[in-house]
Each structure stands twice: as structure tokens, then as C-alpha cells.
């Protein structure tokens, strides 16, 4: 975990994991607003790319929640390209995935667990979204509760814990061996962070798109 502050604002100490994720926000806000702002019918290289991008992700998003693709697709997209970048930030020299920081990472397990209610609330209405919880009887709702909250937990941890582990498991590596294996070891941290951003979000929307059908489709008359 990152425990060194880079500056205090006030009360609030600011460590560098919280740099890195508002300089990664900034760099994909400024990304999407370049990518966007010209588009044409007849796309160029970089047009082509992104577009791909979006499609790849619309059609992972549509294969899960096929009814609600379009209204939860701005969020998990968000979420799948900010994990990725965070993920492989950390192959820069002198910087740190943020995600090895289990604050930034539980940060974002609460984005989850408070989306997936709003969505839900807002496909359904407060009442229908609440009655949910009482089913199939009212004595189950204190484990309704415990589950949303321990996979939620879960949630933070797992990415927590599989991106420290794989930042460790680099540095032995290269403390025993030096640099004469640099790439193997570098191809391994490529392909764990994009593995550990899809799992993330692949999680995220699960939980999203069960939070709308399956309580659609119990939701009353």
C-alpha cells in the first residue's frame, strides 16, 4: 500500500496514489475529448481504433445486459479504460499502479456497490428496487445486506491484493535475476493488469446488469 504523502492540502494529506489517479483521469478526459471532437464518415487511423475500442466494449456490456447496454454502458466503459490505464501505469519508471493501493481500490469498489443501486433504483423506482430485498421472505434481508457488502469488500481486495502481489513478484524476480530476463517479466505484468481490468469490470457489470433484470423481473405488478 502507498504510504508516502506527497503533499498536505489543508487536513487532508495527499499521497502519490492520488496523484497518479487524477493525472490518469485528466489523461483519458483529454484522450476521449481529442478522439472526438472530429469525427468523420470516413474515419482515420486513430478514429478506427477508437471506434473499435467502443465496439469491443459495447458488445461485452450488450452480451450481459442486452435491455440496459446503452444506460450502463458510459460507466463500466469509463470504468474498464480507467483500469487498464491504472493497471499499466505502473510500467512507467518512476510511477505506481495506483491500484496497488488498497484505498484506490476500495474507492472503487464503492463507485460499484453505490452504482449498482442507483441503476437499479432508477430502471425500477425506489419501492420496486427495495422489494427486492424482502424476497423470497423478509427474514432474509440482513443476508441480502451481508452479501452486498462482503462482495463489495471482495471486490477491492482481489485487485488489491493480485496487483501488490504481481509488483512484488517483479521485484524478486529482478532482485535474483537483475535484468536478464526484463521482458518475460514485463509481458507477465501486461497481461496480469489487462486480466485483473477485465475481471474488475466484468464483476462491476454482472452486478449492474442483476441489480436491473433479475429485479425486473421480479419487481410487482
Given at each position: 500500500m502507498?504510504?508516502?504523502?506527497?503533499?498536505?492540502?489543508?487536513?487532508?494529506?495527499?499521497?502519490?496514489?492520488?496523484?497518479?489517479?487524477?493525472?490518469?483521469?485528466?489523461?483519458?478526459?483529454?484522450l476521449?475529448?481529442?478522439?472526438?471532437?472530429?469525427?468523420?464518415?470516413?474515419?482515420?487511423?486513430?478514429?478506427?481504433?477508437?471506434?473499435?475500442?467502443?465496439?469491443?466494449?459495447?458488445?461485452?456490456?450488450v452480451?450481459?445486459?442486452p435491455e440496459h447496454?446503452r444506460?450502463?454502458?458510459?460507466?463500466?466503459?469509463?470504468l474498464?479504460?480507467?483500469?487498464?490505464?491504472?493497471n499499466?501505469?505502473?510500467?512507467?519508471?518512476?510511477?505506481?499502479?495506483?491500484?496497488?493501493?488498497?484505498s484506490?481500490?476500495?474507492?472503487?469498489?464503492c463507485?460499484?456497490?453505490?452504482?449498482?443501486?442507483?441503476?437499479?433504483?432508477?430502471?425500477l423506482?425506489?419501492?420496486?428496487?427495495?422489494?427486492?430485498?424482502?424476497?423470497?421472505?423478509?427474514i432474509?434481508?440482513?443476508?441480502?445486506?451481508?452479501?452486498?457488502?462482503?462482495?463489495?469488500?471482495?471486490?477491492?481486495?482481489?485487485?488489491f491484493?493480485?496487483?501488490?502481489?504481481?509488483?512484488?513478484?517483479?521485484?524478486?524476480?529482478?532482485?535474483?535475476?537483475?535484468?536478464?530476463?526484463?521482458?518475460?517479466?514485463?509481458m507477465?505484468?501486461i497481461?496480469?493488469?489487462l486480466?485483473?481490468a477485465?475481471?474488475?469490470?466484468?464483476?462491476?457489470?454482472?452486478?449492474?446488469?442483476?441489480?436491473?433484470?433479475?429485479?425486473?423481473?421480479n419487481?410487482?405488478?
Amino acid at each position: 500500500m502507498e504510504n508516502e504523502f506527497a503533499f498536505v492540502l489543508g487536513p487532508v494529506a495527499i499521497n502519490a496514489s492520488v496523484i497518479t489517479t487524477w493525472g490518469i483521469m485528466l489523461l483519458l478526459t483529454v484522450l476521449a475529448w481529442l478522439s472526438t471532437r472530429n469525427l468523420k464518415m470516413l474515419p482515420s487511423s486513430i478514429q478506427t481504433i477508437v471506434e473499435g475500442i467502443i465496439a469491443a466494449i459495447d458488445d461485452a456490456i450488450v452480451a450481459v445486459a442486452p435491455e440496459h447496454g446503452r444506460q450502463i454502458m458510459p460507466f463500466i466503459a469509463s470504468l474498464w479504460l480507467f483500469l487498464i490505464v491504472a493497471n499499466l501505469v505502473g510500467l512507467i519508471p518512476g510511477l505506481h499502479s495506483p491500484t496497488r493501493d488498497l484505498s484506490v481500490t476500495s474507492a472503487l469498489a464503492c463507485l460499484v456497490f453505490f452504482s449498482v443501486h442507483w441503476f437499479g433504483i432508477k430502471a425500477l423506482g425506489l419501492k420496486n428496487y427495495l422489494h427486492h430485498y424482502l424476497k423470497p421472505s423478509p427474514i432474509l434481508l440482513p443476508f441480502h445486506i451481508i452479501s452486498e457488502i462482503t462482495r463489495s469488500l471482495a471486490l477491492a481486495i482481489r485487485l488489491f491484493g493480485n496487483m501488490m502481489s504481481l509488483d512484488m513478484a517483479a521485484l524478486m524476480i529482478l532482485l535474483v535475476a537483475g535484468f536478464l530476463a526484463p521482458i518475460p517479466i514485463l509481458m507477465l505484468h501486461i497481461i496480469e493488469a489487462l486480466v485483473q481490468a477485465y475481471i474488475f469490470g466484468m464483476l462491476a457489470l454482472v452486478y449492474l446488469a442483476s441489480a436491473i433484470q433479475s429485479q425486473q423481473l421480479n419487481a410487482p405488478e
